[in-house]
Each structure stands twice: as C-alpha cells, then as structure tokens.
C-alpha cells in the first residue's frame, strides 16, 4: 500500500465529529475495493464486510474512528469575526495563527489571528490562551459572513501534510485516519490471506466526543471479538517515559482490564512468532479509547487494542512513523488469520 | 398555558421521586391518548398509535433538590444536593419536603468568605429545637424541592422549576391540539435527567423509535456580562446544535429548521457548552436514534427564579407539532 498517498489524502478530508457524512461516503468507496458489502448506517459509521472462509458464523469487529476535531461557530460579532467553541478536545495554545475552513453555506477560509509580539504586555505573554478569547478572521465583513455562516456551523483545521526524514509523516487528524488506514491496509493484506471469521471493519464517527459511534455499531454489529485501532502518545521530550512510546518501534498493545486477557497473550504471541515489532502498552483502567464502549456492549465483547504512537496529538502536526503503521496492518490482518473455526466461546482468561 | 406552567411548576417532583409530578400530567392528558404506562423507573410514556414512523418526545418532570442527610441535637438538617444545585443559588431561599414542611436554607455564620461556601456548611432550618422535634417533620433520606413562585409579568415567566416542567407544559399541549397524524407518537415524560438522563436512557431502549425529539431549556446570553451565547429569551424556540452530551444528528436539525419556517415562527440555534439533556442519551442507545431537541431560552436555570419567555415556549409547541406531524423518515 502506498501509505503516504493515502494518509494524505484522508487525513486533509473533513470530518469534524457530528458532521463525518461527507467522508464518510468517500470512505465507503474506498472500503468497498476490498469489501463484500459497505454500508453506512443512521450514524454514518462505515461498515465494510468481509466473508471469512470457516463454516461458523463468527464475526470480529476492526473499529477505527473516522470522525476528527475541530470546531463549531457560536456567533458572529459585528466586525465580522466569528466566535467558536471546540468539538473535542483542544488546547488553546496551537491554536494562534491557525487557517481554517467555516463549511458554511459553502466553504470560507479563515485565520484565527494572534496579537503581535510587539504589541504584547508582558503579563499577556505569559498567560494562557482561552478558545473563547480568539475569532476567526475570514476577511468579510459581518454582512458578508452572515450571508453564508450561521451559529452552528462546523469549522475545520486546513493545515497541509509534510513527508519528513527518516520515514515519518506529519499531517493533522492522522488521529485517527492513520488509523482508517491500517483498515485498508488489513483488508488489502486479508485478500492474500484465509481467515475463518467473518470481518466487519467499523470506521466510526463521534469517538472525540464520548465514543458515541463505537456504542451504536458495536450494539448494531453484535461482534464475537473486537479490535479497536488508535494512536497512543509518541515520545517527546519532557512528559514521563510511562506514558509514551517510540516511534519506530513498533504498534502498542494493549494490556489491562479494558482488554481481554487471553486474546492480547495470544496476540503478542503472534507477534512474537513473527518477528512483528511491538511495543506494551498497559492500560490500569479506562483506555480511553472505543474499547472501553465495545467492551461493555449488550453482554459483553472480548476486546483488543493495538495503538500507533503518534507525536503532538490533537494538533496539527500529528506526526507518525510509516513503519508502525505498515506494522500494525501486519500484526492484525496476520492475527485475524489465525483465528479459526476451533474457537468456540472466548471464556475470560 | 400560563395556569398549566404554575400548576406543573408548584408541583413536586425531585429526581427519583416523581411521583406527584407524574400524577398531576397523567391527569391532564387522560383520554388524549390511546395508552399510558408507567415504566420500571417510573417515566410515564403516553402512546398516540398509528402506521406511520415511531417517534419518541421527551420531556424531563424531575427536577433538581435536596435530601436531608443528618440532623443535630438542636435540629438543624444537613442536606445533600440532588442533581446540579449551585450553593450561591441556594442561600436564603425555601425549600419544601413532601409532607409540606417548609425549611429556610443559609449558611454557618462562622464562614468569613463565602467564596468558600460549600452545601456542607449550609442546612436547613425547619424551626424546631430538638432533633426529636425535627425528625418528627423530616426523616434522614426525605427530599425537598426549592419554593419559588410562578408568576406572569407581561410576556415573562418567573418560577422554579421551569427547568423542564415548560418543557412539560409544551408536551401536554401538543398532545392536547395534536392534529391527525399516521406517525406512531411516544410522549415521554421522563425521570432522573438531572441525574445523568437516566430515565431516557431506559425509555429510548424499550421504545427503540426511528426519531427522538426532546424538549429541554437552555441557557441563554442576553443577561447583563453573561457568557457569550446567542440564544437570547423571546427570540423563539432554539434548535439544539449540540451540548455536551450530543452532537444533534443533521437530519434533525433539518427537520425542526423546515418546520419552523414553514410555520413561519422565529428560531434560532442552541450551542451549549456546558450540560447535557435527555437526547444525549436517547441517541447511543438501542443501536443508535437520530435525535434532536427544541429548546426554551431560559434566564438563571437551576435557581428558584428561572426566568422564560410565554411567547417562546408557545412556539415551541407550535413547532413540536408541526415537526411530529410533517416527519415521513
């Protein structure tokens, strides 16, 4: 797979949480090259089916979300600058002299200005930055914006990706498009490959505001199994070695009570056996990730996790190793292929 | 509309003891329906049946109170909050147990900054100087809700519990003036919302309808140095765009956006930062329901004095009814 063709070309797609209908079509297209049968559902959840080759009807569910940060318009004052307030998560700090696009009537550009450093008190520079202090400066004048934005708009980051050295790539929401592309990269590698179990690979929406996708699909797909795939921190300077990992090094797997026991042993094992590079990822409690929700969907799924370590998450200059990527669409589609007929019921441990 | 606010907002009915709220709509909208049940949580859940769509309308009765935790020697009641009750809003006012007792609430005398006002340095003064005394009136585990009025001055509404009992008042009006529709209709008057929109959650599970429109307040920006929001009371029912537990889904919005104009009604879009609502939970469940919401500009929510529009919440029924009736999937 061309991996950089196709992280750039999704993660500049958008598909703010609540607004994902757009991409989420132009996701389906892409999935149904690979596919048995694509649909999307009320939520626009892309749902990609693969028919496995056993004789049970077993089902495990790949889930990657889909949906990203951004934005939503609060109101417009009368010079014509537009106020906002964040959907998802979202520190103020990056988000001085950003450029973004208002999906309005039709799409507007805009900068969130910033004060200049000569112009700054001393006691300003030190402060933080509050979303509800800035505005978004589209060049119209309040008649102008009026005519195509209104209150509840969604707005989205237009940052360009970058190919850096040594096979990293930086981009926005590679958080969590990488991850829809290791989807497409297992159902491309799963094509070569026997596997017994029937595949629903889940692009979901809404997950960076409360994993609200994954609750709808996991009750709807009724999975026997599940992998969640999502970034987990890169190491960067100055935050604690317990909670990042290295780029490079190889996808994270998951381990802790979100996850299930026996299936992340043998998952690793897997790896192991071939020659897969990994890295552990444990997990004490609540991964927030979609596999706290799947877990716990109507009686219970036996739920994996397997991460790619991304740097600078929720900006936009996510940035990850092509490496780990390629690695993680290994290790799952590899995995998915041992799982066979024999496995009756997944007891806990 | 005024005479059913007062008597929806007089009554009682903190979260998890709706009982008297619950009898008081049952009463009201008694042989407007085809069937009304009572739930395991105690939501009443009036059914207009039909061919059409199933269509679920939620309407939270429960509303925010205290609980009596502990009682002193000299009879002083502790309490503990029962949903989102704001220490600053609580001080100097009334609040009434079931059987009637009314309590002053204020704080302990001793406390020199009331930034450090917390409810467990408030309590509640029943008038009596014994703790014998006072448990004869309130027992440890009794709920009381806020006193407030209601009152109608010009096109305004002062009152507790506004917050949802107009929400109420505008279900039980539609019902009321609903005109013929093929489309199956769940009015839902819900409990425990102001705990985590808990009696939805169930409703939404056992009804599974094809669309959920719930009827809520929100907060509003036209007060004197309020925090920037462009809902202003007297300016239409809002359409929620989102808060903190939904994102509405497009189709709704689309739905309660064309039947406002169609009516030709004034509106306007609801970004609520803080706080959830009923649909927040009606959505995820039962596989997923596209749910959206009309919501009532309301001034000062979760204070004795919550402050909306007549005008308002009469459009809100008007456009409840057009969307329940021209909504085909």
Redesign the interface.
């Known amino acids: 797979m061309d991996y950089i063709s196709i992280l750039k070309d999704i993660s500049t797609y958008p598909g703010i949480?609540?607004?994902e209908?757009k991409l989420s079509k132009y996701i389906k297209r892409m999935f149904a090259k690979y596919c048995d049968e694509t649909i999307i559902?009320?939520?626009y959840n892309v749902i990609g089916i693969k028919k496995g080759y056993g004789k049970i009807n077993k089902k495990i569910m790949v889930t990657a979300h889909l949906d990203e940060i951004g934005f939503?318009?609060?109101?417009i004052d009368e010079k014509g600058f537009v106020?906002f307030?964040n959907?998802g998560g979202i520190d103020g700090k990056i988000l001085l002299a950003q450029e973004v696009t208002i999906h309005g009537k039709k799409d507007i550009q805009g900068i969130i200005g910033a004060k200049p450093p000569h112009l700054l008190k001393p006691e300003e520079s030190k402060k933080a930055v509050n979303i509800?202090d800035l505005s978004i400066d589209t060049g119209l004048s309040y008649n102008e914006v009026k005519e195509c934005v209104?209150?509840?708009d969604f707005i989205s980051f237009s940052a360009k990706p970058m190919v850096l050295k040594n096979n990293k790539f930086s981009s926005k929401s590679l958080d969590n498009r990488a991850g829809v592309a290791i989807l497409i990269d297992i159902m491309e590698r799963l094509d070569k490959l026997r596997y017994d179990w029937d595949v629903h690979f889940v692009a979901t929406v809404?997950e960076e505001?409360?994993l609200?996708g994954a609750?709808?699909a996991a009750?709807?797909v009724c999975p026997d199994m599940a992998i969640v795939l999502d970034a987990c921190h890169g190491d960067i300077p100055d935050v604690s070695k317990d909670s990042v990992y290295q780029l490079g090094k190889g996808p994270a797997i998951g381990i802790g009570p979100n996850l299930h026991t026996k299936l992340t042993k043998e998952l690793i094992e897997y790896a192991k056996e071939e020659n897969i590079p990994y890295q552990i990822d444990v997990e004490p409690g609540n991964t927030g990730t979609e596999a706290w929700a799947i877990q716990v969907s109507k009686t219970g799924v036996p739920t994996l996790l397997v991460s790619f370590p991304l740097k600078y998450m929720h900006t936009t200059v996510e940035t990850v190793h092509l490496n780990d990527i390629k690695n993680a669409g290994k290790l799952i589609s590899g995995f998915i292929s041992t799982i066979g007929n024999e496995m009756g019921e997944i007891s806990c441990c | 509309m005024f005479d059913l606010l007062k008597k929806l907002t007089q009554t009682t009915g903190v979260s998890g003891n709706e009982e008297e709220i619950r009898n008081v709509i049952k009463e009201e909208i008694k042989g407007k329906v085809d069937q009304i049940t009572v739930d395991t949580l105690g939501n009443l859940i009036a059914v207009k049946k039909g061919n059409g769509k199933k269509i679920m309308v939620a309407a939270h009765m429960d509303e925010i109170g205290v609980m009596a935790t502990f009682i002193d020697d000299n009879g002083f009641v502790r309490f503990s909050s029962i949903g989102g009750v704001n220490q600053y809003n609580s001080i100097g006012q009334k609040v009434r147990f079931n059987n009637g007792t009314i309590g002053a609430l204020h704080y302990e005398q001793k406390l020199d900054d009331l930034k450090n006002l917390k409810l467990s340095k408030m309590y509640i003064d029943i008038g009596v100087d014994s703790k014998e005394e006072a448990l004869k009136l309130v027992g440890i585990g009794d709920v009381a809700c806020f006193v407030g009025d209601c009152v109608k001055q010009g096109n305004i509404i002062i009152s507790k519990a506004l917050d949802d009992r107009s929400g109420c008042a505008v279900v039980i009006d539609a019902i009321n003036n609903m005109p013929k529709t093929e489309n199956e209709i769940y009015y839902v008057f819900t409990v425990q919302e102001e705990l985590g929109l808990r009696g939805a959650k169930t409703a939404a599970y056992q009804i599974k309808p094809d669309l959920a429109i719930a009827v809520d307040v929100t907060l509003t920006g036209d007060t004197p140095n309020s925090h920037l929001m462009e809902v202003k009371c007297g300016k239409g029912p809002a359409i929620k765009i989102k808060d903190r537990s939904i994102i509405c889904h497009p189709k709704v919005k689309k739905l309660l956006e064309n039947s406002a104009k169609k009516i030709n009604i004034p509106y306007q879009y609801e970004v609520l930062e803080a706080g959830g609502s009923d649909p927040g939970a009606i959505h995820i469940s039962a596989g997923g329901v596209p749910s959206g919401a009309i919501s009532i500009p309301c001034r000062y929510v979760h204070s004795p004095v919550e402050t909306a529009c007549l005008t308002d919440i009469e459009n809100a029924v008007k456009l409840l009814i057009e969307s329940l009736c021209s909504f085909s999937g």
Request: hydrophobic residues 30%; positive net charge; charged residues 25%.
């Open positions: 949480s609540g607004r209908e559902d009320q939520f939503i318009v609060k109101g106020s307030s959907i509800k209104e209150v509840g809404q505001v409360g609200r609750i709808i009750y709807n």
